[in-house]
């Protein structure tokens, strides 16, 4: 037994306490399949929701999901613990993501479509559409960093690491994300509420 699996079993032993990430992908790097259950359990919803949040199809969510997984799996012999464990995940999954967009793009263009193989099994509410329609009008790269920091919770060093950005661009792509969303969602219920108004109107 190594010593990080040894470590695991001995906190798990001792009443549960709960190990770091970095404990459970170093225990996992050196043969603990308990460790990556753990990592799993942990992060299969996260991701889920990271993907989800940046495609209509919740089935490439899921399959993108378990692509990450995959890759966490095949290069976990060789991980190191340079940054947090978070943070080396997501970075799997934004380059998982930027190849997925790049086929889909090219399918696109080979097929001529725009949209291709679209499957949403759940109709989204107006309010989704809506928070989906303003963020799309966002800057690429504002909107990355401004989804990255409301949704996936990370601190600017860690998107910073990720995005390769420093933290100060960092900081002031989100501020500039930010402003521009609160204005084209100030605008677009503003024009939603008009629509309404003439639709009851007419009733």
Known sequence: MNASQDQLENQQA???????DEQLMAAFSQGSTEAFDNLFSRYQQPLFAF???RMEDPGQAEELTQE????????????QARALFRTYL???????LRAHRRKAALRATLLGAQIMGRKVSEPASDAELLVRQVMARLDLADREVLMLREFEQLSYAEI???LALPINTVRSRLFRARMALRELLAGSTAG??????ETEERA
Do not use: C, N, P, Q
């Not at 997501?90 to 998982?96: D, E, G, N």
């Open 51 to 53: 993907f989800r949040r």
């Open 90 to 96: 997501y970075a799997i999954a934004l380059k998982i």
């Open 14 to 20: 001792a009443g549960g306490e709960r190990l770091s």
């Open 160 to 162: 910073g690491k990720l």
């Open 68 to 79: 990450t997984f995959l890759v966490l799996l095949r290069g976990s012999s060789g991980y």
């Open 192 to 197: 939603w509420a008009t629509k309404l108004a």
